[in-house]
């Protein structure tokens, strides 16, 4: 017998050889029918795998992410198996599951294409093959075995995968006439995967490599249950409506020009405006909180960037030189400002009284990303982060991160975002060597972010090992209007760029004593997150925010000099107006005011210039009846300074 600690620490004995299933099965049916896959001593198993030692389980469910890549990875198997059912000699390169769905990477063999066209019969073969309920059987071999059989089948794919895997045993799954070389885990039977969905073709370089063979990219998504694909789907046609590179067109705020080149955004005046106001606002926060703006430039020499160390770690290829030939200098485009502010740090001697230094920047950084990743604001090959740098002394390492958490909450109050998730990432404690830095400051550095975010009242969950190799770290995940995640604010502790840069502070005994680097950028990038806030909104943005905030809609030309006149009023009163001066139908034109998103709506015909008065339209809301001009001013003014006022509270 074995002893099984289940969830609430509850310990019973089992036969050895017991799978997660049984174990499922003997606390009660409905679990049984809703587990996934059970996570075993720390190790995500099968859930008919047999456990043969003593272990701590959790059986995961469609509500963890465990069960939900379980479910996702064995549908990207069943994908696998219809394709090798319909294109007999495709070759598979590898089939994961991703935060959204799965994707399968194939080779169709030559002049074999698959297109977006040939989904509905892959999906119908899926289908056939679910119903017949598969089992997924685990099969282990040496890895000399497995290099044979797939060498002998010509698979050179799984044969690269199978020489980057250490030497050992393998494990391949079975189900139906399909086998993969895989990990696992995977759900008991393919008649798990009720509701699927197939959903785009893409290319992609095998190993994400562009010296490699393109290969054809399948995406797909599954639920157990249709109901949940169907509110999928319709969430997914929303995002679509809402993507940001289609409401940037529309509302004209950014654009992409080939002949710039891709993945290089330019702002447009809207667009340009919108940013601008974001800067402000969060230039007027950090100012409130200690920070002091820098500027530094777009480049820094080659040897910078060896002194940080991220030549080293990411490599020659990631960085774009520009030389001056003939006087032999070599630099390079900056990819983080990081080391320019290390430097800035050096440019005086600096005492324990000094600190914290709080040094921000609107760095614009560009960083090589691949054509085929290139997406919009979202992935850009240059962008502009809200950067800032804090040196700090150890024991003010708590209060730093609790205003940083100070900041990021200002700037999800002011956008918004009401749904957040944060996790704290910790060193894997028993591998304390991989860690730059004594042991003394992490267990100190990880204490005060732990208690610095039980202060803050957040419920924080904690990762062990998924820090950084020179420190802990705070990330804010937001969850956007269509329930789809987004990493925004990360809050660095770095102790290896001090050391590389020989940072150091006098302190109050005379010594010499290194400072702490906090790396913070709540927006991420001002792309990225205008990105996500187009996306969260549909375009429709805070009126304090917004563009623009008031378009006039003068019903014929007699009015046309009363609608002057009430945008002179707006403009003087600093309201961001425009007028609708086209010989339109003035349907047409309320319309086309929607279409662009802007909160207020005025109509103005012969009777409103009479009484000096103004027809007023909410967006969303529709007809708020007429209203005396002045009163409108006061009115939409009154909004505005209380959107900012709710702000800075
Ligand atoms: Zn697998
Ligand atoms: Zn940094």
Known sequence: MIRITLPDNSVREYPEGVTGLDIAKSLSNSLAKEVLSVTVNGEVYDLTRSINEDAEIILNKWDSEDGMHAFWHSSAHLMAEALEALYPGIKLGIGPSIDNGFYYDVDPGEGVTITDSDLPAIENKMKELAQQQNTFVRKVMPKKEALEHYTRKGDQYKVELLNDLEDGTISFYTHGNFTDLCRGPHLPHTGYIKAFKLLSVAGAYWKGDERNKQLTRIYGVSFPKQKMLDEHLAMLEEAKKR??????????????SHVVGSGLPMWLPKGAQ?????????????????????????????ELYVTSGH?????????RPISTPAEGEEFLLKPMNCPHHCEIYKFKPRSYKDLPVRMAEFGTVYRYEQSGELHGLTRARGFTQDDAHIFCRPDQLKEEFTKVIDIIFVIFKALDFKDFIV??????????????????????????IIEATREKGLEASIEYGEAAFYGPKLDFMVKDALGRKWQLGTIQVDYNLPERFDLEYTGSDNQKHRPIMIHRAPFGSMERFVAVLIEHTAGKFPLWLTPE?????????KVHNYAEKVLNLLKNCDIRALIDLRNEKIGRKIRDSELKRIPYLLVVG?????NSTVSV???GEGDKGSMNLQDFVKFAKQEIEKQLEDISK
């Open 274 to 302: 919108l940013r601008e106001r974001l800067e402000e606002f969060l230039k007027k926060v950090q100012r409130e909180h200690g920070y002091e703006q820098v500027i530094t430039p777009h480049i820094g020499q080659k």
């Open 311 to 319: 030549y080293a770690k990411y490599g020659e290829a990631s960085f």
């Open 243 to 256: 993507d940001h590179r289609k409401i940037g067109r529309d509302l004209e705020l950014f654009t992409f």
């Open 423 to 448: 996790q704290i990432s910790l060193r894997d404690p028993h591998d304390k060597e991989k860690y730059i830095g004594s042991d003394e400051n992490w267990e100190k550095s990880e204490k005060a």
């Open 606 to 610: 012969e009777k409103e210039a009479e």
């Open 617 to 619: 339209r909410k967006q």
């Open 549 to 557: 905030q008031v378009v006039i809609l003068p019903i014929s030309e």
